[in-house]
């Protein structure tokens, strides 16, 4: 199927009946100028006309640059059927074109406006001629017209015969509260585009089935010659079709000619985010931030090995890239990936032994990323074989003006001791925990002289941390480091480390070496 299709994005006004979205006139332009310049939609809906004088500030800031920019006839409003209102309000503000709401099912008509069709055609024809008697193109809305194709479409047709030769450039069919299947889609459209062959239908649809998309590709096999999306599936109740998921449905499925550039989709993706307040899940098609992370180890051992667990939606498409997640299911081929990518080369030992510990960590911590990974690799490479002490249980509490207290378990050499603590925080209580067990063994801590703790760069609140502990052992400095989500344990583990150092030290009667 190649042939030309439009999407038109009503973010600006479908997708503001989100509950609790509401756009500054600021937010709008950029958001206009973003989705007709980088986006490159055939057209934006940007808000309906009367709603308020801040509103119409906004149509018309958006309206102003269009017409500078000559993508006036790309920028429409919701209009109603009350003559002369809406179109005053649109040309107002440097419109031009309306997308006039009418009644497209019988039971709206009698129940809502309590008119008949006649007497709801008188109005529509009357508005109509006011709106193109001021120069506005004209698009019409069949409000709920799938309930009203389904339950009286001798409404539909006589509707349609009275409008299809009064100058609308465009009939919209709205899928108002997402009732329909593909089928029904694909079924419907084709009899309206066989009944009106002249006419240009759009396909408007919602999401309350989750149907969305998928009604989007059958409204096109129908022969729809638009279909309407908001970015991030923004919309009344269950929202709208998905702008990203239907421009790439259609260009991949069908083959359709489309103006999107896929490049742009996470960037308006993230604007719309930001500006809405309303969250992208992870997991959304194309534009959620793990979709192109493999988790699974014989995932990234099928890529590896010829591009197995790859398919057209390639990441570099939408200017992202695939990743490999580090965790409990990580296998070689993940931890692979990720070195490549970090340009590290390790042994196949130094590997398992990495390997081991991401694993380790991953049943404690859901996501373990790239960036965390030179912290890991540094502290398996430094940790030495030896195991003199061995941390089995640790309890550490702190509280707003409250001393910390710790209370620890270990074993030394095969000897289990506790001991608890007390101290100001929580490093501070295990520290005077550990001398406890240690004056037990006849050994003591040198000075700490420095402590640093980081995070990757760009690292999260649920990043690893990486604990680096500067001694001075009666005039030679030490150094250790430990790693784990918490900062405070990742301290703990650098102390043990430089003990581990220590008891190795006397058992041999010489100095550890450094890895």
């Known amino acids: 199927m190649s042939r030309q299709v439009e999407i038109m994005d009503t973010t600006l006004r479908d997708g503001e009946q989100t509950q609790g979205v509401s756009f500054s006139p600021d937010e709008k332009i950029n958001l206009a100028r973003a989705l007709l310049e980088r986006v490159r939609v055939d057209r934006i809906e940007v808000a309906s006309a009367r709603v308020s004088a801040r509103e119409k500030e906004a149509v018309a800031k958006i309206n102003r640059w269009a017409e500078e920019n000559g993508l006036a006839d790309r920028v429409e409003v919701l209009g109603f059927v009350d003559h002369t209102l809406s179109v005053d309000w649109i040309c107002d503000t440097g419109g031009r074109v309306v997308n006039l709401l009418t009644k497209g099912s019988e039971k709206h008509c009698r129940l809502q406006l309590r008119k008949t069709l006649d007497l709801h055609l008188a109005d529509i024809l009357r508005t109509v001629d006011y709106a193109l008697s001021r120069g506005l193109t004209v698009n019409v809305y069949l409000e709920d017209w799938s309930n009203g194709y389904r339950d009286s479409p001798d409404y539909v047709f006589a509707l349609m015969d009275r409008l299809q030769n009064i100058g609308v450039r465009r009939f919209m069919l709205p899928d108002t509260l997402g009732v329909m299947t593909p089928d029904e ?38 022969g ?43 960037g308006i993706s993230d604007m719309v985010e930001r500006f809405s307040g309303k969250r992208v899940a992870a997991n959304a098609p194309i534009v959620g931030a793990d979709v192109f992370t493999q988790t699974a180890g014989i995932h990234a051992d099928g890529d590896h090995k010829g591009g197995l667990y790859q398919s057209p939606l390639r990441p570099e498409r939408f200017g992202r890239s695939h990743s490999y997640a580090l965790g409990k299911m990580s296998g070689k081929a993940s931890l692979r990936k990720n070195l490549e990518r970090l340009g590290i080369e390790l042994t196949e030992e130094q590997q398992r032994k990495v390997l081991a510990r991401i694993v380790e960590l991953g049943d404690s911590k859901q996501l373990i990323t790239t960036d965390d990974l030179p912290f ?22 702190s509280g707003l003006d409250l001393e910390s207290t710790a209370s620890i378990r270990v074993e030394v050499d095969g000897e289990i001791h506790t001991a608890a603590g007390a101290g100001n925080g929580g490093f501070d209580a295990f520290i005077d925990a550990i001398d406890q067990v240690l004056a037990r063994h006849d050994l003591r801590l040198p000075e700490l002289v420095d402590y640093e703790v980081r995070i990757p760069k760009g690292g999260h609140t649920s990043a690893l941390t990486e604990c680096i502990i500067t001694w001075d052992d009666d005039g030679r400095t030490r150094v250790t480091r430990g790693v784990h989500v918490n900062q405070v344990f ?26």
């Open 185 to 222: 889609v694909e079924a419907a459209i084709g009899d309206m585009c066989r009944r009106y062959p002249e006419l240009h239908f759009d396909f408007h649809p919602h999401n309350d089935y989750g149907l969305g998309t998928a009604n989007c590709l059958y409204a096109v096999r129908g």
């Open 224 to 266: 729809a010659r638009g279909v309407h999306c908001t970015v991030n599936c923004l919309g009344e109740r269950a929202g709208n079709a998905s702008l990203a998921e239907v421009a790439v449905v259609l260009r991949d499925k069908l083959g359709v000619d489309l103006q999107v550039d896929e490049s742009q989709l996470v």
């Open 376 to 397: 890991i690799i540094a502290d398996v490479l430094e940790s030495e074989s030896y195991q003199h002490i061995r941390l089995l249980g640790c309890a550490i509490t």
């Open 490 to 515: 990742a301290s703990v583990l650098a102390t043990l480390k430089l003990i581990n150092l220590l008891l190795e030290e006397r058992r041999t009667g010489h100095s550890a070496p450094r890895p």
